[in-house]
């Protein structure tokens, strides 16, 4: 039986997309309780039009999933976050191998 190809629209991919780089990013995250996950123990905060998030500098609109539950409800059910986010931001494993096809398009590296 073919694998079934797990679709995220363009919010639920900007949201995994900026987790996995806080998660890969040891100031902002720690390790998880299950295996190969992450939490993310502290969040960026904006300023004027961007926030920082780990080397790259992001749109603070394409940061909205963040505090979006609809969002963190629908990754969750894809199994690539926590079931209590946003208050909880656990990434797991699946989470964090998942290709959104956003690594290199929506952000770019700080020059400040």
Same mark, same amino acid.
């Given at each position: 039986?073919?694998? =079934?190809? %797990? =679709?995220?629209?363009?919010?639920?991919? =900007?949201?995994? %997309?900026?987790?996995?780089? *806080?998660?890969?990013?040891?100031?902002?995250?720690?390790? @998880?309780?299950?295996?190969? #996950?992450?939490? %993310? &123990?502290?969040?960026?905060?904006? +300023? @004027? #039009?961007? *926030?920082? &998030?780990?080397?790259?500098? &992001? #749109?603070? =609109?394409?940061?909205?999933?963040?505090?979006?539950?609809?969002?963190?409800?629908?990754? +969750?059910?894809? @199994?690539?976050? @926590?079931?209590?986010?946003? #208050?909880?931001?656990?990434?797991?494993?699946?989470?964090?191998?998942?290709?959104?096809?956003?690594?290199?398009?929506? *952000?770019?590296?700080?020059? +400040?």
């Amino acid at each position: 039986m073919p694998e =079934k190809k %797990i =679709k995220l629209n363009a919010l639920q991919s =900007k949201t995994l %997309i900026l987790l996995q780089v *806080m998660a890969n990013d040891d100031r902002m995250s720690a390790p @998880g309780p299950l295996e190969g #996950s992450r939490v %993310i &123990v502290s969040l960026p905060h904006a +300023h @004027g #039009s961007h *926030m920082h &998030v780990g080397q790259y500098v &992001v #749109s603070s =609109k394409d940061a909205t999933g963040l505090q979006n539950p609809s969002v963190w409800k629908a990754l +969750h059910r894809k @199994g690539f976050v @926590g079931e209590n986010g946003p #208050s909880e931001m656990l990434v797991t494993k699946e989470g964090l191998e998942f290709s959104t096809g956003l690594e290199d398009k929506f *952000m770019s590296v700080s020059d +400040h």
